[in-house]
C-alpha cells in the first residue's frame, strides 16, 4: 500500500489526493473472543436463547460461510455448540457449507480445524443438486413498479451497440469463433431483459435437504457492505447459501434495481427477497461478526437474521463509512480474499464507483493470481446487469495484477502494467492535472458524499 501511496503522490500530474481508508475502532484481544461470543449469544437481539429454542430431539444444521469471507468461524461454532449439545444429539448436528454456486469445498478449506469437522456430519451445497435442494415455499414478486423503466433503459443500450454487434455477426464466423455468437449477442439482444423479466416472478426457494429437516439452522457468518444486497451477512447465509441456483438465479437477476446497491438495505428488493426467502426456511437463529480494516474481530451479533443483521450492518459502517468527494481517478485496492481472482475481486469496483467522476479512470490493483473465474458471469452478470450502468459515464476501468493481458482482456477490465502507468493514461485523456481517491482496502469500504448519510440507507 506504501508503494501506491508513493507511486500516486510522485506524479507529476496528481493536484489532490485523498487517502479513504477503513476507519479506526477498537477490536477484541484475542484472548477475549470466546468471553465476547458467549455474553453475545446470552442477549440475543429479536430471539431466545440459543439453548431455549431446541431440545434432544431437535435437529439442528450449521449453515457456515465457504473460503472466500475469513473471519473466527471455529470460535463462533464452538460457542454456539456449548448452548446446544447437550440437549442436541451429536449425531442430529449438521453442518452445510453455504457456498451458494461456488465450489464444493471441505472444512478444512473453510477454516476449521479437523478435530471440531471430525465430530460431525459436514457437507458442501451443491446449488446444483435437484435431488437434495427442496422446494420449501415461494416469495412475493417485487419487480412490477421496475420492469418498465429496466426495459426501456436496456433496449436503448442494445440499440446504442448495434453497430458492434452487427460487426460480430460477420466477424466471429470468418475467425472460427462462430460460437461466441450465443455468448456475445444471445444474451445481449434478450438475455438480461428475459433474466430481468424471470427475476420479477416470484422466488421458487429450493433449500438444502439438511437445512429442510432440521428443526434450527445456525448461521455462521460475516457482515461487511455488499455491492448489490446491502450488506453481507444474515439471511444471505440461506439464500444465496444453501439454495438452489434456480432460486439465487432468481433472487441475484434483480441487480438492475436501483436499491439493489453497495450498503443499501431500505426498500433493496434482493436484500427483502433473501429475507422472506430465509423466513420460509423455518427458525434461524444468526451468528455474525464484524471485522476491523485490518481482518480483527471488532464486535459480534446474534439472534434474529433481520434485527441482529440490521445492528451488525450498523457496526459494518463505523468501520467502513467514509466521507469523501468524487475525483478524476479512484485508485483501490483489497486483500485476499478479495483480490484473489477478478469473481470476486470485482466487488472493489463498487465502492471506487461512487467517487470517481465522470470521464474519470478506476485503477483496481489486486493479484487476482487464481485467474477470472467464470468470464459469462464476470461479464454479463456482474458487469453488465449488476452494475455498469451506475458507473459515471466515460469512466476507463483498468487492472494491475499478475495476470496476461489476453486473459484480463477477456473481462471488462482493460489491463495496465502498474500504477504509474494508469496515472500516466489519466494526464493523456484528461489533459490537465488532476485529483485521485485511494482506497486502501476495498472490502469494508463505504465512501459516501456530503448529502448522504448511509445509516439512513440501512
Excluded at 93 to 119: D, K, M, P, W, Y
Excluded at 425 to 438: C, I, T, W
Amino acid at each position: 500500500m506504501q508503494q501506491i501511496k508513493e507511486s500516486i503522490e510522485k506524479h507529476a500530474h496528481v493536484s489532490d489526493l485523498k487517502i479513504l481508508a477503513p476507519n479506526q475502532v477498537v477490536t477484541i484481544a484475542d484472548g477475549d473472543l470466546e468471553s465476547e461470543i458467549a455474553q453475545v449469544l446470552q442477549n440475543p437481539s429479536g430471539s431466545a436463547r440459543l439453548g431455549e429454542m431446541v431440545d434432544q430431539n431437535s435437529k439442528v444444521a450449521f449453515a457456515v460461510s465457504d473460503k472466500t469471507r475469513t473471519f473466527p468461524k471455529e470460535e463462533m461454532i464452538r460457542a454456539a455448540l456449548k448452548l446446544i449439545s447437550p440437549p442436541v444429539k451429536r449425531e442430529n448436528i449438521t453442518f452445510i457449507v453455504a457456498g451458494g454456486n461456488h465450489e464444493v469445498q471441505t472444512a478444512s478449506e473453510v477454516g476449521v480445524s479437523a478435530e471440531l469437522a471430525n465430530q460431525y456430519r459436514w457437507v458442501s451445497h451443491r446449488s446444483v443438486d435437484k435431488k437434495n435442494n427442496i422446494l420449501i415455499g415461494k416469495t412475493s414478486p417485487r419487480l412490477r413498479g421496475y420492469l418498465s423503466r429496466y426495459w426501456r433503459e436496456e433496449t436503448g443500450r442494445v440499440l446504442r451497440s448495434l453497430p458492434a454487434d452487427l460487426f460480430k455477426l460477420f466477424w466471429y464466423p470468418m475467425t472460427g469463433k462462430a460460437s461466441r455468437l450465443r455468448y456475445e449477442i444471445g444474451l445481449h439482444w434478450g438475455g438480461r431483459l428475459g433474466l430481468v423479466t424471470f427475476s420479477a416472478r416470484p422466488t421458487k426457494v429450493y433449500l438444502n435437504r439438511y437445512a429442510q429437516e432440521a428443526d434450527l439452522i445456525i448461521t455462521i457468518g460475516q457482515v461487511k457492505p455488499h455491492y448489490f444486497a446491502g450488506y453481507s451477512g444474515g439471511a444471505k447465509s440461506i439464500l444465496p447459501g444453501i439454495t438452489s441456483k434456480h432460486s439465487i438465479a432468481s433472487n441475484h437477476f434483480m441487480r438492475p434495481h436501483p436499491n439493489a446497491n453497495l450498503a443499501i438495505i431500505k426498500n433493496n428488493p434482493i436484500r427483502a427477497d433473501m429475507e422472506e426467502s430465509a423466513r420460509l426456511a423455518g427458525d434461524v437463529f444468526l451468528i455474525n461478526c464484524v471485522l476491523d480494516g485490518q481482518k480483527r474481530p471488532y464486535k459480534f451479533f446474534a439472534g434474529d437474521l433481520v434485527a441482529a443483521h440490521r445492528e451488525a450492518s450498523r457496526a459494518a459502517l463505523e468501520v467502513g463509512g467514509v466521507r469523501a468527494e468524487r475525483t478524476d481517478v479512484v485508485v483501490v485496492t483489497a486483500k485476499p480474499p478479495l483480490s484473489s481472482g477478478i469473481y470476486q475481486f470485482t466487488k472493489a469496483v463498487a465502492p471506487a464507483m461512487r467517487v470517481v467522476k465522470k470521464n474519470g479512470v478506476i485503477i483496481a490493483v489486486g493479484d487476482c493470481a487464481l485467474g477470472t473465474g467464470n468470464r459469462f458471469y464476470v461479464n454479463e452478470i456482474i458487469f453488465k446487469l449488476g452494475f455498469r450502468h451506475r458507473i459515471p459515464a466515460g469512466v476507463d476501468i483498468f487492472l494491475v495484477s499478475k495476470l496476461p493481458d489476453k486473459t484480463v482482456l477477456s473481462t471488462f477490465f482493460k489491463p495496465i502494467d502498474s500504477v504509474t502507468a494508469g496515472l500516466d493514461y489519466a494526464a493523456k485523456k484528461l489533459k490537465r492535472d488532476f485529483s485521485v481517491n485511494f482506497i486502501t482496502e476495498a472490502g469494508p469500504m463505504v465512501p459516501f458524499l456530503k448529502n448522504e448519510n448511509p445509516v439512513d440507507w440501512i
